[in-house]
């Protein structure tokens, strides 16, 4: 499903990533853990082709080789050697992002924050707006389809979110600390229902988290360390 190699990233000269070597299979759950600034969400984000991995460095003298080329592949797609506009399309019908801050549009009601992705990929209103019900009603929300996110509580802001990172069918779903800006109970409620969508639709999950207990849930917790993934 997804095969990440020697994956690096610099800031400057600040090396955040330093040669990472991934891989997840379809329908794993999979949790990344580590200290703030172990590269977590950087690792993330070139992931989710939300940012791209920088130039993997060549020791003087030495031939680049097929041990040490980056590669990155998401359900057998070379994500590298696509152009903006087919990376594009693909991030919005293959992958989906949960986020600690749901990002939801103020001025949009639940269902129309849900139907955007949809919507970008020139979907029908009607078979959108449907397949959003839908979603909502399986989230425990169809009471609040219509009431705007300041209208929500939290857990249900973050729920709504979920749903819209679900209307495409991705393939891969991403979270960077989705539990992280709830209380105790939504944060458990959430953590289950990754694991019911799991069982339901067959996607795989990747999840960045400092909750130990949703970390430990997982099928397996990869432990960052300095820009390195240890204990695979």
């Known amino acids: 499903m997804i095969h990440a190699k020697n994956i690096h990233k610099y800031y400057d000269q600040l090396e955040v990533l330093k040669g ?6 379809k ?9 703030s600034g172990a590269g977590k ?7 989710g082709t939300l940012d791209k991995p920088s130039a993997s460095p060549t020791p003087k003298g030495e031939i680049k080789t097929d041990e040490n080329v980056t590669s990155l592949t998401i359900n057998k ?18 992958l989906g992002f949960i986020f600690q801050f749901h990002q939801l549009l103020p001025e949009f009601t639940a269902l129309e924050n849900v ?8 979907k029908s209103k009607a078979e959108t707006e449907t397949e959003a019900k839908k979603l909502l009603d399986y989230l425990g929300l169809s009471h609040r389809i219509h009431h705007k996110p300041n209208e929500l509580s939290g857990g249900e802001q973050q ?23 709830l209380d105790t109970h939504s ?11 799991r069982d339901k639709f067959g996607q795989t999950f990747v999840i960045v988290t400092h909750n130990e207990e949703l970390a430990n849930m997982a ?14």
């Open 20 to 25: 990472v070597d991934l891989h997840i299979k």
């Open 27 to 35: 329908g794993e759950i999979v949790s990344i853990v580590g200290a």
């Open 41 to 47: 969400t950087t690792l993330l984000q070139i992931l």
């Open 77 to 94: 797609e070379d994500i590298l050697k696509m152009n903006d506009k087919s990376l594009s399309k693909f991030r919005n019908l293959n």
């Open 115 to 122: 139907c955007i992705p949809a919507f970008i990929a020139n």
């Open 159 to 181: 729920r709504v979110a979920v749903a819209r990172a679900l209307i495409n069918k991705p393939d891969v779903i991403f979270a960077d600390e989705p539990s992280g800006n």
């Open 187 to 197: 944060a458990e409620n959430l953590h289950q229902l990754f694991f019911q969508l």
């Open 219 to 232: 099928d397996r917790k990869l432990v960052m360390i300095d820009g390195q993934i240890s204990g695979q």
